[in-house]
């Protein structure tokens, strides 16, 4: 018995949103068809390619196997459907993931962008730490995001796009700076994103550079509610320059100039390695764009 394209479609529907039920809905089909499609993928194949976790449906040891060829297969004649249908459209879901920074600054121009050249393709965003997203990615919950020093894990893509400027940052109720050192603030409350963030190590690393350990760390699952609290004098904290514009214009933050400097935060465009969807094309050539016309990142 011969599997179908048909087949492979259902497969991997419910295989990137967890559900049959999901599934029917993305391909507009009902859910016994789905059920249906998959029990006769099985049967040709010989073996099962689920397991079930809780509720989801998940891709076992054959279906990740499987997944890899039918991801290729599919991104093949989505590129022979752009290319030789009769309006040559991008089309479908794509689920991309942005760390907050990237998010608040970025996703208004790129989804702009992305509605006037691709309006049949539709995005679902994630916004989350850096190291939560990648991880989505690896399982294949997310097909594209924008992380800040992702690791560089087997079978992913990483696209270096640029530096994220940050600097220590504080109210000047403080009386800091305007250079400041690991021994002078110490004792002082700060707020951060939780460990294994890539800003709280690069914080934590930075004061034991001249060997000694801060004291009243808080942390805050927010950027932006950093920056409010930044700016009402609860804390201190290290903050992207591009969030904290207007707070300084208006005379509400200070920047620190920090003797040794802070690490720098890379941040990156991550996909996996075997996904060529033209999707992922369209919005990595729309993100360049918008880099182009916003200043969020220092070139590497």
Known sequence: ?????????????????GSVQEAARQLNVAQPTISLRIRDLETAIGTKVFQRVGRTLRANHTGEALLVHTRGILNEVS??????????????????????????VCLPSLLKILRELHPLLRIELSVSASFELE??????????????????????RLIPLGVQKSTWAASPDWGLGPV?????????PILTNAFPSAINGRIIDWFRTDGVEPTNIDVCTS?????????????????????????HAEGRICHLESRPAMGEAKVFAVYRRDDTSPAVDAVMRAT?????????????
């Open 1 to 17: 018995m011969r599997f179908t394209l048909a087949q492979l479609e259902a497969f991997y529907w419910v295989v990137r949103l």
């Open 223 to 247: 950027v932006m509610v950093i920056v409010h609290l930044v700016a009402a004098g609860v804390a201190i904290g290290v903050l992207p320059e591009k969030l904290i514009e207007a707070q």
């Open 180 to 188: 400041i050192r690991p021994a002078d603030i110490r004792h002082l």
């Open 79 to 104: 590129r022979i459907r752009e290319r030789l249908g009769s309006d040559g459209e991008i089309s479908g879901v794509l689920r991309v993931g942005a760390a907050e920074t990237f998010a608040l």
């Open 135 to 156: 991880e989505e990615i690896r399982n294949h919950r997310l097909d594209l995001a924008f992380l800040v020093d992702p690791l560089n894990s087997p079978g992913l």
């Open 288 to 300: 360049y764009q918008v880099l182009s016309e916003i200043n969020l990142l220092r070139p590497l």
